[in-house]
């Protein structure tokens, strides 16, 4: 049995809807079934997610503060006045802030920019800058993807009489900063129809305002970039934003984003992936490591040259960003293996002089793979203080986790899923074990195991190009928009194998009526040697098209699998069998040998249990080393393994009995016709001459003799065989030296050199048996 990693979870459909959403529209069901398993039943609102080229841009001017805005912006540009943007060093942040420079420069007015370093500013806008933008004879602060907290930089601007525009898109405080204008979907009285905007989105909306129709359609490309960057939910408006901006990438659009897909390997059409695993990472490595300057300078410059170098620079920083957060992951696994070992819930993990700029991306990698809240703090003994980033999971909200644990924090702040906070080196422990109580008031055993929302089930023969080129309508996907999640449920296997470099890739084929369909599963080659090719598998994934030299064909990219019921593996010809043994966990599994000497034929280093008596086998895995003497004596282990569900076939056996000729009742009748015929002979000469003229092994010929010997058809004396005239008719069956060649032959037959799915087949009858044996009297199966 091979368990999945994830809780599978299988939504239900309102079947009706379906049915009236695919006639309606003229789709497929599953298509259909999707759409409403999104909540979009309406065939009006399906018919646009469909076609977000139908959408249309929510009027800016509903979002509060706009009208003040615009007024103020277009009052500074009018009089040729200084503009800075603020901006913050993400993706979403640096996208929003060359976004507003270039627009707001369109004005006429000078406008300038500045992003925060994470490490010498921290987070936001602050005093220290404002006063700086006053001494370059600043004008008009605006601020993106950032400010709706920032108190103190909002007073300072009203203090040496700047304006002071905030645009931003996070939860608002119960108390607003005082700033001249907030352009903010979320804050209080905003009756704007979309909440959901990121900072680029905000930033859009405002340059929407400023220049109507004549706003530039490249500006969309830079939203865009922010929007699916950001992990904003990929609905309404948003959805129209990300797919217009795509749009205008795949065109072709600034020089800078231009050579970023290009120096990301992005070949063909960009799509929500592109930019969250290739250009997004890309942006945010410099804000990351050092400062987020070339990421900005990169999406506003105009030159190729420049725009090649510094995506170039960028590509650099994001393998130095991956180097080290890997290099804080894995210290960081360490630590999470002895917490985990003693039980805890959720993990704080602290390291002296990690970077804290990376230290989210490490925080994310270790709930991916032990899934429990985790903060990663990266301290610096020097100054005796920590700072964190954490990341939780469904279910568990980690900025109430803090506030309850909050008594040891110097700060903190963020939501539901992520937070930043700081804290002295020497509570950090008191910490922990007041961060642990308040997850475990939010947490139940069920929520340690990451779901996995499957949206339909289906066969291999039903997944065409076709389909899935259908199912591409549902893009742009990402948050609240994710790719379908499809199961197929007890498959059988044609070919199965570990791929890539250094095999850490599952490739598979499974079996439909009337099709074959590939599956790959990247990062899931160890799989490999928990999977029988006579396994029928479980699999939920994502459906693809593979088109090689202009050939498409369908094939499924695998998310998770799972084998139910009993499992084989033919270890009978395995070579390395030390090796994977070694792998096995003894533990989980009962070594048996039937033989006295098979460990020592098998040089085996692990411990080997002799098959004898009644004694149960109370381990899941179960490795049987040789066969027995008697079919009974498997039968009967087979009976005694109540937890096995997964077994190892080795069988070896000394002597090959399969292979030799075994007398039939014709060979029986011709010898013994000799030896009434002859009465008395040698033996040994005479089985030389009848194994010659014969053409059969002297082998068969002794054991023929023996089994007559043994039915009392034969005296045998110095040598000499003689016939006994008094013997009367016996079976051959009456032998046991017969009975047991016999059977011998026939299990090397069943358990050595028989397919893998026929020893499967005779493992499960007996264990059906079993089960049915087990049963009290008077079970009726069927009801």
Request: with cysteine.
């Amino acid at each position: 049995m091979l368990q999945p990693e994830n809780r599978w979870i299988t939504e239900q459909a309102d079947t009706k809807k379906v049915r009236e959403l695919a006639e309606d529209l003229h789709i497929s069901s599953l298509t259909a079934r999707l759409l409403v398993l999104r909540g979009i039943d309406n065939p009006e609102h399906a018919e646009l997610f469909l076609h977000p080229e139908k959408m249309t841009f929510h009027d800016p001017m509903r979002m509060l503060g706009m009208r003040e805005a615009v007024d103020r912006i277009s009052r500074s540009a009018a009089r040729r006045r200084k503009i800075r943007i603020f901006g913050d060093y993400d993706a979403d942040g640096v996208t929003s802030t060359a976004l507003l420079v270039r627009a707001l420069s369109m004005t006429g007015a000078e406008v300038s920019w500045h992003v925060p370093n994470r490490f010498t500013e921290g987070y936001g806008p602050h005093a220290a800058a404002v006063e700086q933008a006053k001494k370059d004879g600043i004008d008009l602060i605006v601020t993106v993807d950032s400010g709706i907290a920032a108190y103190e930089a909002a007073d300072r601007a009203r203090q040496l009489g700047i304006d002071y525009v905030i645009t931003d898109h996070h939860e608002p405080p119960a108390v607003l900063p005082d700033a001249s204008t907030i352009l903010n979907p979320k804050q209080p009285g905003c009756d704007y129809p979309f909440k959901g905007l990121s900072g680029a989105g905000v930033a859009l909306k405002l340059t929407q305002a400023l220049f109507g129709k004549k706003a530039d359609p490249q500006w969309l490309a830079l939203a865009a970039i922010g929007t699916i960057a950001d992990l904003v939910p990929l609905r309404d408006e948003n959805r129209l934003i990300a797919y217009q901006g795509l749009k205008r990438i795949n065109e072709g659009t600034y020089p800078g984003i231009n050579a970023l897909k290009f120096k990301s390997g992005g070949k063909g059409d960009a799509d929500s992936d592109t930019i969250g695993f290739q250009l997004g990472p890309r942006l945010n490595a410099a804000g990351r490591l050092e400062d987020a300057e070339p990421a900005v300078r990169l999406l506003l410059t105009g030159d190729e040259t420049e725009a090649s170098a510094l995506a170039d620079r960028l590509d650099k920083l994001n393998q130095e960003r991956k180097a080290l957060a890997d290099r804080i992951f894995r210290e960081a696994d360490q630590m999470a293996a002895s917490f985990i070992q003693r039980g805890d819930q959720a993990l704080v993990l602290p390291g002296v002089n990690w970077n804290q700029g990376v230290i989210g991306l490490a925080a994310s990698k270790i709930v991916e793979k032990y899934y429990r809240p985790t903060i990663i703090l990266a301290v610096n003994e020097e100054k005796g203080v920590a700072k964190g980033s954490g990341r939780s999971i469904d279910g568990v909200n980690l900025y109430k986790a803090l506030t309850d644990s909050s008594d040891h924090l110097a700060q903190f702040g963020g939501h539901q899923m992520a937070a930043g906070l700081s804290l002295p080196t020497t509570d950090i422990d008191d910490f922990r074990s007041d961060f642990l109580k308040a997850v475990r008031h939010q947490i139940t055993p069920d929520m340690l195991i990451k779901k996995a929302i499957i949206e339909d089930t289906c066969q291999p023969d039903q997944i065409t190009v076709e389909l899935i080129e259908q199912l591409g309508q549902l893009a742009p996907f990402g948050t609240d928009n994710a790719k379908p999640l499809c199961l197929m449920d007890h498959i059988p296997l044609t070919k199965i194998s570990a791929v890539g470099r250094d095999a850490s890739h599952l490739k598979l084929t499974v079996k439909g009526d009337s099709a074959e369909l590939d599956g790959i599963g990247f990062g899931m080659g160890h799989k490999r040697a928990e999977i029988s090719p006579a396994d029928r598998i479980s699999m939920i994934g994502e459906w693809q098209i593979n088109e090689w030299n202009g050939f498409k064909k369908p094939q499924m990219l695998i998310r998770d699998i799972k084998v139910d019921g009993l499992q084989v593996f033919d270890w009978r010809d395995e070579r390395r069998l030390n090796e994977k043994l070694e792998k096995i966990s003894p533990d989980e599994a009962e070594m048996i040998a039937f033989q006295e000497h098979t460990a020592e034929r098998l040089q085996l280093s692990r411990a080997v249990k002799r098959c004898s008596g009644e004694q149960p086998v109370r381990k899941p895995v179960l490795v049987l080393l040789d066969l027995p003497d008697e079919l009974e004596q498997l039968t009967g282990l087979i009976d005694r393994c109540t937890e096995v569900n997964r077994i190892y076939t080795v069988f070896h056996h000394a002597h090959d009995h399969y292979f030799s000729t075994f007398p039939t009742r014709n060979h029986f009748v011709w010898y013994y016709a000799l030896i009434r015929q002859e009465h008395s002979f040698k033996l040994d000469e005479t089985a030389k001459q009848i194994a010659r003229f014969k053409g059969w092994p002297e082998r068969m010929v002794y054991f023929m003799t023996k089994v007559f010997f043994e039915l009392d058809f034969v005296t045998i004396d110095n040598g000499v065989l003689t016939v006994n005239p008094a013997s009367g008719k016996t079976p051959l069956s009456d032998s046991v030296t017969y009975r047991r060649e016999k059977n011998q032959l026939e299990m090397e037959d069943l358990f050595c050199y028989s397919p893998i799915s026929r020893l499967k087949s005779w493992f499960e009858e007996r264990m059906k048996h079993r089960k049915q044996a087990d049963e009290p009297e008077g079970t009726i199966h069927g009801l």
